[in-house]
């Protein structure tokens, strides 16, 4: 994977350079420690993961981020811990305190390398059906049986028709990366629904069958309703 680093700290750069020199499927490409001009470099590569900082003096993380039409994957590291719910609702890889440690942030890199892995394999993958891990087994979903899906903790929960849930360890990053954007999309950061079983909506909520899905404020604005 193809990488860079933005921190107004040069400190903070040398450690994320060093570690990211130890894992082998990381490619960090150069460093900024001006946010601005690492605009200008996401325009000319390809880049397929980003650590980013979000304390930063002209814009913070959470902002530069928003500003990207296509962003990457992104790890933010920093020493603040009160972003970490805003970072997941934009869909974060991973959210690193600094100071971390080497086995910290390869388990992230973990992480990253596993969407990335699942990201190119989709467009095989994205037929009229979908295996989902459940315990030990891989249980065959069709997708016109999703009514929809939700983060529970460390399980993502999936509703199927005829009043059936199967549990899943899988994350819901990796489902929205496995499902046909045509059939289902993303309300909330902890729920994805089918646009075919939505049965009335207003600005705030979905509702499929009796169950009332909330619409995220993130997530409001990339939302064209009706589909």
Partial sequence: MTAIAIDDEPIALDIVTAHAAKVPFVDLKTTFTNAFEA???LQQHKVDLLFLDIKMPDISGIDFLKALSKPPMVIFTTAYSEHAVQSFELDAVDYLLKPFS????????NKAKELFDLRNQAPETKSDFIFIKDGYEQVKVLLNEILYIEASGNYTQIKLSKNRLLSSRITINELADLLPNQQFIRT??????AKDKISRYDRSQIIIEDKSIPIGATYFQNLKLPF
């Fill in 39 to 41: 605009i200008s470099y």
């Fill in 188 to 193: 909330h950061r902890a729920f994805i629904v």
């Fill in 102 to 109: 080497l086995s910290r942030f390869l388990k992230a890199c």
